[in-house]
């Protein structure tokens, strides 16, 4: 058993870390900027320790200062939460030299799965089904050219380091390959410090269907069903859901199997996440892996009915998992909650909170790190809270939300809630007839007045 962790993050995924060790008897350390000091994950933690200043280079992602919070309050484990330093190598790394335990996969396990060339090399070696595409980065665009042509159009551009939609390019035809390539390089370059691209064909009308997955340390691995992510805006995710209204029963054991078989490859330890594109014939391929808890994992959480950041625990302390797979008992459907501007293309709206209610009731869950009075710094991501509803069916699923969102009052700033209640609405939302290209369809409309 750890007896103290030290959570490398902040908002409300340290205060769900936070919650979980309390109820595991584990003592907890938060870090925090200057601009988090009055969070409620500082307040919660045993202990609070200010890494910075509130640029995240100068504290989140500091790793001397945090690894001197561990030092001072001598932590024995590190929780990294996503974002941040959660899929950094180095910092796994450094931890294990510093005989502190990551509460995550091994730095060897990362870099397996973090460079996308090589996990689509890995996967390619352990038959895990992959989009057609080229075999490792790319040279030049004259290289690009000849590949594009032997898949055919339409085709993906993507950055080897990339995340977040960034270094990301569609390309439809021959005329528009170059202009296309140059933007993806110069941004990948300016965001991830790495411009290699590779070329995969692109998926019309598809799915993102993700499976959560555990592995422990003794070469055992588990899938815990899947999430439906369709729903995104640039590549960033909206709403989640499990089970998903496109799966069957069939395509489930399919890709359970499949995402077991791609975190065995690299002999897996923690929770983690296999990311899929599902075409509209059900067929399936391997997109990348997630090394590291995610956003949405309450989802799954609430239609299995098990605590995952518990299991990440249990797992990094050495015991063994039950190797059992799980399906859906329930349906669940998460909102994520963002400080932005829904009638104004999303735009941040950071600010102080005035007013602050969040819907209760059975199968309605908020997690949250902010109240009344809070201010939302501008310099971290928008998310506020996510509001999690789960019933026996979607239909019920849907209604609930719809009422849950009724009931979830933000004052002060502007929330993507007046989004997510036209959404419930959605004729094609609704049926479960949607893909990933669903936002570019989607038209809100302006509240009377």
Not at 1 to 14: C, D, P
Not at 300 to 305: G, L, N
Not at 338 to 367: L, M, Y
């Amino acid at each position: 058993m750890f007896n103290k962790i030290l959570i490398a993050n902040r908002g409300e995924i340290a205060l769900r870390v936070i919650r979980t060790c309390k109820e595991m008897g584990i003592k907890t350390v938060a870090v925090y900027s200057t601009a988090d000091k009055e969070s409620l994950h500082v307040r919660f933690a045993d202990e609070a320790v200010c890494i910075g200043p509130a640029q995240s280079n100068l504290s989140y992602l500091n790793i001397p200062k945090i690894m001197a919070a561990v030092e001072i309050t001598n932590a024995d484990a590190i929780h990294p939460g996503y974002g941040f330093l959660a899929e950094n190598a180095d910092f796994a790394e450094i931890c294990t030299e510093y005989g502190i335990k990551f509460i995550g996969p091994t730095a060897e396990q990362m870099r397996l799965m973090g460079d996308k060339v090589t996990a689509k090399e890995t996967m390619i070696k352990a038959k895990v089904p992959c989009i057609p595409g080229s075999e490792g980065l790319v040279d030049d665009v004259k290289a690009g050219l000849e590949i594009a042509d032997k898949i055919k159009y339409p085709v993906m551009i993507k950055a080897t380091a990339g995340g977040g939609g960034k270094g990301m390019r569609v390309v439809h035809n021959k005329e528009e390959f170059e202009k296309n390539w140059n933007s993806a390089q110069m941004e990948a370059k300016a965001s991830f410090g790495n411009d290699g691209l590779y070329i995969e064909k692109f998926i019309e009308e598809p799915r993102h269907i993700e499976i959560q997955v555990i592995g422990d340390q003794h070469g055992k691995v588990a899938h815990l069903s899947e999430r439906d992510c369709s729903i995104q805006r640039r590549h960033q995710k909206l709403v989640e859901e499990s089970p998903s209204p496109f799966m069957t029963t069939r395509l489930r054991d399919k890709m359970g199997k499949a995402a077991i078989k791609a975190a065995k490859a690299i002999n897996y330890e923690g929770v983690g996440t296999i990311e899929f594109l599902v075409d509209k014939n059900r067929n399936f391929y391997f997109m990348e892996m997630n090394t590291r808890i995610q956003v949405e994992h309450t989802v799954t959480e609430e239609v299995i009915d098990h605590d995952l950041i518990k299991e990440q625990i249990k797992v990094a302390m050495g015991e063994k998992i039950s190797g059992k797979n799980f399906i859906p008992l329930l349906h669940a459907i998460e909102c994520r909650i963002n400080a932005e501007d829904p009638f104004n293309n999303f735009r941040p709206s950071p600010g102080t909170i005035t007013g602050f209610h969040s819907p209760k009731g059975q199968g309605v869950r908020v997690d949250t790190h902010v109240y009344a009075g809070y201010v939302i710094p501008p310099y971290y991501d928008s998310m506020i809270a996510k509001l999690i509803c789960k019933a026996q069916t979607r239909e019920e699923c849907i209604r609930k939300m719809k009422r849950a969102l009724d009931e979830f009052i933000v004052e002060g700033v502007k929330t993507t809630v007046p989004f997510h209640m036209q959404l419930m609405e959605n004729e094609a939302f609704v049926s479960g007839k949607f893909d990933t290209s669903f936002m570019e369809d989607f038209k809100l409309e302006e509240p009377a007045g």
